[in-house]
């Protein structure tokens, strides 16, 4: 049977976006699943979230909230609002939980496509791709013909060709070949492109098709659980503007 992937990343521990786009995944057509990081944080259910993706049982590789979690990383240099959520979500999960977390790989590469949350440029230094240049280094160090990540939180392609590395807007693509390309799975559960809507990506190996998925769910939903307990304000309040 011909595969078709669900790429999907930054969960951000929301629940109700992630039951809604493994939903729509399964409708689909689905047939395997891979993560690219940031299960938890932000969110208030990271427990849930950690049980469905390992359940799941898909190649999930580490984010930067998922290393701060199951680190001993000092919180100092952090904004109050992200540190007093690693700490919250510290004392959620069990210690299995966080050594999962903990040995998750910084890359995975399956079936010619490499998965990594931030850059295959230094990936553990979790770096932002935002433009061309940051995409260029990616490049540079991207192996494989096809590589997706997540991390800004805003869906995007970077293709790289012989006139150079291009970015081009989200939109349902057939991939040529003989050229690179670095796709941003945007957010399932905290999108930041101005657009509220969980995001995924389902990948068609045999037609070499990319098609963004944006979805619909119960906002006020993740917003009640996250101030139930007691998190910021602000991080209920950004998920109805996607921001
Ligand atoms: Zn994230």
Redesign the pocket.
């Known amino acids: 049977m011909a595969k078709r992937f669900a790429i999907l990343g930054?969960i951000?521990a929301n629940i109700d976006a992630l039951v809604t786009v493994l939903e729509d995944a399964q409708a689909q057509g689905v047939t395997d699943y891979l993560c690219t990081g940031?299960v938890v944080?932000y969110g208030a259910c990271p427990h849930e979230c950690m049980e469905i993706i390992r359940e799941i049982g898909c190649p999930v590789v580490k984010?930067n909230?998922d290393h701060y979690v199951s680190s001993v990383q000092n919180l100092s240099d952090f904004n109050p609002n992200a540190a007093a959520v690693v700490e919250w979500t510290r004392g959620q999960l069990t210690e299995d939980e966080l050594a999962w977390l903990h040995d998750l790989p910084y890359q995975v590469v399956t079936m010619g496509m490499t998965i990594v949350h931030s850059t295959n440029d230094r990936p553990e230094t979790f770096g932002y791709v935002f433009d061309n240049l940051q995409a260029e280094a990616n490049f540079i160090n991207q192996k494989t013909p096809l590589s997706f990540h997540?991390?800004t939180?805003c869906p995007m392609i970077y293709e790289q060709s012989m006139n150079g590395v291009f970015r081009i807007d989200p939109q349902d693509m057939k991939l040529p070949p003989g050229r690179k390309y670095f796709i941003n799975v945007g957010?399932v559960g905290q999108p930041r492109d101005g657009d509220p809507r969980a995001a995924y990506v389902i990948y068609d190996v045999a037609t070499r098709t990319v098609t963004f998925r944006r979805l619909d769910y119960d906002i006020a939903s993740a917003q009640a659980r996250i101030r139930y307990a007691g998190l910021p304000e602000r991080l209920a309040e950004r998920l109805q503007y996607g921001q």
């Open positions: 930054d951000h940031d944080g984010g909230h997540g991390h939180h957010s």
